[in-house]
Nanobody
Framework: QVQLVESGGESVQSGGSLSLSCAAS????????MGWFRQAPGKEREFVAA????????NYADSVQGRFTISKDLVQNTMSLQMNMLKPDDTAVYYC?????????????????WGQGTQVTVSS
């Protein structure tokens, strides 16, 4: 099993920046990829960004491309999401996820482990 704990969610104003962090523990050697997803009230959970745990591949949703940056620290077993130029539409609960399978996926069901989520609220 892999345990994931997110932190860093806050309320910010439109145009502001925020950094989220995800700490992984347990059987981290089983992780192939990690990703960030988000879920706004009344909406389905959606892909934000993903990163290959070993290697440099990254993938972003079109809606955050150029504004968000995903990164990792293999020594600390952490993953981060730097979010710049935040918009009210970015308001959601942000979830960290880990996948045991190789494809760098944007599909919710292809991730095996999930954190509890952290709330990001962007006001206009």
């Amino acid at each position: 099993q892999v345990q994931l704990v997110e932190s860093g969610g806050e309320s910010v104003q439109s145009g502001g920046s925020l950094s989220l962090s995800c700490a992984a523990s347990g059987r981290t050697f089983t992780i192939h990829n990690m990703g960030w997803f988000r879920q706004a009230p009344g909406k389905e959970r959606e892909f934000v960004a993903a990163i290959r745990w070993i290697g440099g591949d990254k993938n972003y949703a079109d809606s955050v491309q150029g504004r968000f940056t995903i990164s990792k620290d293999l020594v600390q077993n952490t993953m981060s999401l730097q979010m710049n130029m935040l918009k009210p539409d970015d308001t959601a609960v942000y979830y960290c996820a880990a996948a045991r399978q190789p494809p760098l996926s944007f599909v919710v069901s292809e991730y095996d482990f999930w954190g509890q989520g952290t709330q990001v609220t962007v006001s206009s």
